[in-house]
Each structure stands twice: as C-alpha cells, then as structure tokens.
C-alpha cells in the first residue's frame, strides 16, 4: 500500500484543519491506521491511532479531546481533525499502516508501522 498525507497548513491558533491520508496498491480494511508527528531535530511522535474496524481508537494525551482520528475504508481513507490547535502542534504529520489480523488492534510506536506516507506540514501560528 502506498500512502498520501495532504491537508496541512498554516492556521492561527484555536483553528482548525483536518488531514487525510488516502491510500493505493491495496485496501486498507486490513490495515491499522496511525498518525504521527515530527519537529526538527525531536524524533517523530505518535499522536492518534485507529483499528482496522475504526472502533477503537487512542490519542497521544497532548491531544486528547482535540482530535479525532477516523477512517474511510470504502474510500480507502484515514482523517485526522484537528482541533483548538496551538502553537506547539506545528509539525510535520505523517500518516502511516501497518497490516494486522485482528480487528481490534491499535499502534502507537513507530516501529509498528511499515508503511508510511510523505508527511505534511501544520503550522499554528500565535
């Protein structure tokens, strides 16, 4: 499978964006869906992941109760919304897959993932 981040921007802090991540080659039903985050010169963070039946979900606490992680399998499509955003959330975002069985699995360390896509850049501005 190959992935496409898109959706980033720059955006005054409490705005908004939400980013998808559609994927190609295959579908992701079988796929466990993450996204993650990185900063020059910090190694990349985990910030939201969702199982392959998108019922089970968990978030990095520094977004909890900002965003939602959801996912489009008919459409072969994971999202991101981003809410109340600040300052500290401007990164580069990278969705990324790893296949699972079970339909009840969620990833949040980066060595899980196998696949990932080219990343795109949020900038929240004070």
């Known amino acids: 499978v190959q992935l496409q981040a898109s959706g980033g921007g720059l955006v005054q802090a409490g705005g908004s964006l939400r980013l998808s991540c559609a994927a190609s080659?295959?579908?992701?039903?079988?796929?466990?869906m993450g996204w993650f985050r990185q900063v020059p010169g910090k190694e990349r963070e985990f910030v939201a992941t969702?199982?392959?039946?998108?019922?089970?979900?968990d978030y990095a606490d520094s977004v909890k109760g900002r965003f939602i992680i959801s996912r489009n399998n008919a459409e072969n499509t994971a999202y991101l919304q981003m809410g109340s955003l600040k300052p500290e959330d401007t990164a580069v975002y990278y969705c990324a897959s790893a296949w699972r069985t079970h339909s009840n699995v969620v990833l949040t360390t980066n060595g899980a993932y196998d696949t990932w896509g080219q990343g795109t850049l949020v900038t929240v501005s004070s």
């Open positions: 080659g295959r579908t992701l039903r079988n796929y466990v």
């Open positions: 969702i199982s392959r039946n998108g019922v089970y979900k």
